[in-house]
């Protein structure tokens, strides 16, 4: 499958992702193009209206043509060394529902958006979303 190029931001996440799975027993994840497609247009729109929101991310990944049996997401947003991979990673596993999701041994890939904009009176601030996939 073709890779998606991703900014040094992104790679940040993926790393941070495939580190705290790896120490946690699970296999580490393979971007999935339609899955990094839907991450990134959702971390973009949630930049632009300064919404940390899921919305019907079940149909709006499938919109995308992401397959599988089990799907999740996890959204973040950090201002500074707060909106770096490692940081948002933290804040994931500290979260049961968040880290339950990111650290599912039964997904296989992951898309990972990360877009600048403003939350919560914050600008620069990195929103993050992170897809998963089982298959």
């Known amino acids: 499958m073709e890779q998606q190029n991703l ?3 992104e790679e940040g996440l993926l790393d ?10 699970a296999r580490p994840l393979r971007i999935g193009l339609r899955l990094q497609r839907a991450a990134r ?7 632009r209206s300064g919404s940390l929101n899921h919305g019907n991310w079940y149909h709006r990944l499938r919109s995308f043509g992401v397959r599988g049996h089990t799907l999740g997401e ?3 947003w950090g201002v500074g060394s707060d909106g770096r991979g490692a940081a948002i ?8 529902p968040h880290r339950a999701t ?3 041994r039964g997904f296989s890939r992951v898309g990972v958006g990360i877009a600048v904009g ?4 914050y600008s620069g601030a ?3 979303t992170a897809d998963f996939s089982s298959g």
């Not at 247009?41 to 930049?47: K, P, V």
């Not at 990673?89 to 049961?96: A, D, H, N």
Request: net charge positive; proline share 2%; glycine share 8%.
């Open 7 to 9: 900014t040094a931001q």
């Open 16 to 25: 941070a992702i495939n580190r705290a799975r790896v120490a946690n027993g």
């Open 41 to 47: 247009a959702h971390s973009r729109w949630m930049a």
């Open 74 to 76: 996890t959204l973040a």
């Open 89 to 96: 990673v933290g804040m994931w596993l500290q979260s049961p």
């Open 102 to 104: 990111m650290l599912n």
């Open 118 to 121: 403003r939350m919560a009176g």
């Open 126 to 128: 990195s929103v993050a």
